[in-house]
């Protein structure tokens, strides 16, 4: 996610500073720069193989997840929690594929596409469950980090015989785990308001490190506690939790098109995503299954609650050498999302205008403090992941790419509300086509008459709508399951 993310900030980072340099270009003019720019970014970007490609779409997938993955492995059992990875990594490639068989070579992003085929209305029920996504997964990168960071201040209290609470309980009479987020948020909080975040899109570059160095630590743990994979949980009932995560683990849906647009051979872009995914249920089902092995047995470490992998692992130099790598990645990657969440949500009420700065410092402001609320909480990682992958990722993994593959193939009459605005949809935004960001397009989809013939009406429909439905009651669960334990 961390490169995805870079890039995305850098070219918003880039829109930014042109509107500023330029104040009194019109909207039209902004419209026409804004396009310009992504043209270059595409344009200029290198070209990647098919194997660098592979590897971009899974980096972008594989994440903060890895950290609760083994844990989840290891409550859900081994063997369902494969089947589970399965399933959903067939379902979120399908998708993925479907949004990329209809995006035409002149379409550089996806919400080009949905406007083209499904309207401005579904462009924005994108942007708002993609900021949705963001927000979320800026809060688990908070909570990670603050665990990460409070693992090493008790270490660093036992050496020097100070006090400080434990990391369940709700305390500020003493350095404490609801401390340590408050003053980390105070620095990210500077961070945050800044617009230019050249330096840590550079830093970002790094973070495949921290990933692969945490791949290689759980799956050494689980090779060395490998006996007690006699002991290890091997089949239950209990994925619902399991089944929102690797929602959002493998959902790389909003930035699918413009990772695949850099591929040196576009005739291999469906096969390539389909590598991708399986790569990246290999990577998931390696460190689930070595990293529920190494906890098997093992209690949650007194500096920690039993929501990751590193809470049951031994304490030991290499540990806390894998927990500062992982603090300096999630660091560097907070501000970014912070960054895009804001311009994207900006961007549906000003679209390329620059928004006040009252209210730029307040929208940050109070994603800092809601972010900060969560972690003070000690709200659990798997839950936020499992909810906002479940039931906000419904929306991105299963409606929009289904409704754009079955409007595009069997509707009678294309969707042609391109000059509604973003938001309002007023007379006065149809009349002005120029208060769409997005340009008159042709509204003629790509050939697919070799497509439709595959499958006939009938079958494509009860196939896509059993995955939609799919979705729906994982959704579903997913918002009840917590009412039951």
Known sequence: MANALANDALLQQQIDQQVIQNPNLSFAQKKSLRKSLLKASVANAPKNSSIQTILSVSN???????????????QSGILSALIVALVFC??????????????????????QTIVRILGQKYNLIFNITNIIILYFAGVVYFILICNMLYSLLQLLCRQLDMNY????????????????????????????????LTLIIKLVQYGVISIIALIIYIITNGSINMPEIVNANLFTLDVVTLCGVFSVAFMVHSCIVPIMKNNLEQQNNLRDIAFSFGWTWLIYALVGVFGAIAIQGKQINKSGDGSTVLDYLDQNIFSYGIQVLQLLQLTTVFPLLAFIT????????????????????????????????????????????????????????????????????????????????LINDTKEYIENPDESIFDEQDFKCIDHSALKKRFNKQTRFIFYYIIMLIGAMMGFLNIIAPFFK
Request: positive net charge.
């Open 60 to 74: 972008t997938m594989v994440g903060s997840s890895l950290l609760v993955i083994p844990v989840l492995f290891q």
């Open 90 to 111: 067939l379902i979120s490639c399908k998708t993925c594929q479907l949004q990329m068989v209809h995006n035409k070579p002149e379409e550089l992003d996806l919400p």
């Open 165 to 196: 609470a434990p990391k369940t309980d709700f305390v500020l009479g003493q350095l404490s785990y609801q401390w340590c987020g408050i003053v980390y948020m105070c620095l990210l909080f500077l961070i945050m308001l800044q617009k230019n």
């Open 342 to 421: 804001r311009s994207q949500f900006f961007a549906l009420i000003y679209k390329l205008e620059q928004p006040p700065q009252k209210w730029f410092v307040l929208y940050t402001s109070i994603v800092a403090l809601t972010t900060l609320l969560f972690q003070c909480l000690n709200i659990s990682v798997s839950l936020i992941l499992s909810l906002s992958g479940a039931v906000i990722g419904f929306f991105q993994i299963y409606l929009i790419p289904i409704q754009l593959h079955m409007t595009c193939l069997y509707a009678k009459k294309k969707v042609n509300d391109n000059r509604i605005g």
